[in-house]
């Protein structure tokens, strides 16, 4: 039986293959596509840089979008030094950075350590601490250590509970199962899962709050209510964007809305859904 969510994404990875890229002594995937305004996007703890093809493909034409993978080694502060090395690296001196989950930790933490760099941050589906998360499974293990099976089983019974939850979503479902047992290597997967564990707290991030937008789900498994709040308490963003529906993945599971909402925000002629004329709405 065919997935059409893998073979989209399988048929985009051949034609933008992920780049390898050293940055202070660490390898990082690239996907470096388009020309125009620059997007940085940051994948969270299930997904290669183009776990976002849909919105690649769909604006790659008006915009340069750099989509990264992240490396095995390291952590939150030194991947903020690792993605000013990159913009250095590639002369990009302004982009706008949109993370999702941990790749919202990240952003946060980018556009306080390098606001210059940073013309507009986007928290998605995101948190704001990770205090009292070492309690919680799977980050209760040791996760450079406990085996392999654990964690991606860990995986597999939220993502089990989400299909049975959600039947019209057993394609996308499929496609993070196969991130979860092997697409993201072990070392990687491991290191992701540390990462968020020993994250050091978030400083102060200075933006204007014009520059400041954030994302959240109603139905995201992951992103209690509580933490949503704290998320827009603490940036006090001047958009708020919210889906009734796409759990804690929105822009692979409503891709059109998600690409309208990123035309509006960089100011791009609409394709996508136009956000803001339904019940859907940005405050």
Not at 33 to 51: C, H, K, M, N, S
Not at 217 to 228: F, K, N, Q, S, V
Request: glycine share 10%.
């Amino acid at each position: 039986m065919t997935n059409p969510l893998i073979d989209s994404r399988d048929a985009f990875a051949a034609s933008h293959p992920e780049q390898r890229i050293d940055l202070n002594g660490r390898e990082w995937g690239l996907v470096d596509a388009g020309t125009g305004p620059v997007l940085l996007l940051i994948p969270g703890t299930l997904g290669r840089g183009d776990i976002f093809w849909q919105q690649i493909t769909a604006l790659k034409d008006r915009v340069r979008i750099l989509a990264v993978t992240y490396p095995d080694t390291g952590g939150i502060t030194d991947w903020s030094g690792d993605l000013i090395t990159l913009m250095d690296r590639l002369g990009v001196e302004q982009a706008t950075v949109l993370g999702s989950s941990l790749g919202g930790y990240l952003a946060q933490y980018l556009a306080a350590d390098a606001p210059s760099l940073v013309s507009r941050l986007i928290g998605a589906n995101t948190l704001c601490s990770v205090k009292g998360l070492d309690q919680r499974m799977p980050y209760a293990l040791d996760l450079m250590n406990a085996p392999i099976a654990d964690l991606r089983s860990g995986f597999g019974m939220g993502l089990s509970a989400w299909a049975a939850a959600h039947p019209d979503q057993a394609d996308l479902v499929a496609l993070l199962m196969a991130e979860v047992n092997g697409r993201i290597p072990e070392a990687e997967l491991r290191n992701r899962l540390n990462a968020t564990k020993t994250a050091s707290d978030l400083p102060v991030v200075s933006l204007h709050c014009d520059n400041i937008i954030t994302i959240e789900a109603d139905d995201d498994p992951l992103i209690p209510p509580e933490m949503r709040a704290a998320v827009r308490a603490r940036l006090d963003p001047g958009c708020a964007y919210r889906f009734l529906s796409g759990g804690h993945f929105p822009y692979v599971a409503r891709p059109d809305a998600y690409t309208g909402l990123l035309e509006q925000v960089m100011g791009l002629p609409l394709t996508g859904t136009d956000w803001g004329t339904g019940e859907e709405r940005a405050s």
